[in-house]
C-alpha cells in the first residue's frame, strides 16, 4: 500500500538520440498507451491518480516524447481511465500562445496544474509574460477547484521574502 500518495507523476521518455520524432512516434505512444494502461489498473486499486505532462520541448528538453497538451489528450482518450490525466505546465500553452483557452479546454482531462513563469520558469510575480491575477481567477472561477494547482519558484532569498507574492495575491482577492 502506497500511503499518503494521492498523485504519482508519469514520465513518457525521450525520443532516441538521432531518431526522427515522425518516425518513432506512433510506436512511442503505442508503447505508452499500452503501459499507462497497466499502470491505471494498479493505480486505481489504490486510489492514486496518475499524472501524464506534456513538457515543453523548446525550454525544457528537446527529446522529451510529450510536448503537448493536445498529444496528451490524445494518449488520455486512447487510455480512457480516470485514474489517468494531465498534469498541465503553465509555460506549456505559452508554448501555444494561448494559456487561458487551452487550460480551459483541456480542464476536462486535466488533474493538476502547475504554475510557472513564462519563459524562466519562475515565481508567479516574477517578469515574464503571463498574468498570475488573471490566470489564478480563471483557475478559481471557471475552471474547478478541485484540480490541484502548485507554483515553481526560484528563491534568491528567503522563503518568506519569495512567498510575498502569494500573500499579495490573497489580500487582493479579500
Not at 41 to 48: F, R
Not at 91 to 111: E, M, N, R, Y
Not at 156 to 161: F, N, R, Y
Request: with cysteine; proline share 5%; glycine share 6%.
Amino acid at each position: 500500500m502506497l500511503m499518503f500518495l494521492s498523485r504519482i507523476h508519469l514520465m513518457v521518455g525521450r525520443v532516441p538520440a538521432g531518431a526522427d520524432r515522425c518516425t518513432v512516434a506512433m510506436e512511442m505512444e503505442d508503447t505508452f498507451v499500452q503501459n499507462l494502461k497497466h499502470a491505471a489498473g494498479v493505480l486505481s486499486k489504490e486510489g492514486i491518480l496518475g499524472l501524464i505532462e506534456p513538457i515543453n520541448i523548446r525550454i525544457t528538453d528537446p527529446q522529451y516524447f510529450l510536448d503537448s497538451p493536445h498529444q496528451a489528450a490524445v494518449v488520455l482518450q486512447r487510455v480512457a481511465h480516470p485514474s489517468i490525466r494531465m498534469q498541465m505546465l503553465s509555460d506549456i500553452p505559452a508554448q501555444h500562445k494561448k494559456i487561458c483557452l487551452s487550460t480551459h479546454g483541456f480542464a476536462a482531462v486535466t488533474g493538476h496544474i502547475h504554475i510557472a513563469q513564462v519563459p524562466d520558469r519562475h515565481e508567479p510575480d516574477s517578469d515574464g509574460e503571463l498574468s498570475f491575477s488573471n490566470l489564478f481567477k480563471l483557475l478559481e472561477d471557471e475552471i474547478s477547484f478541485l484540480i490541484v494547482h502548485t507554483c515553481k519558484y526560484d528563491c534568491p532569498g528567503s522563503t518568506e521574502a519569495c512567498l510575498d507574492w502569494l500573500r499579495r495575491y490573497w489580500s487582493s482577492r479579500n
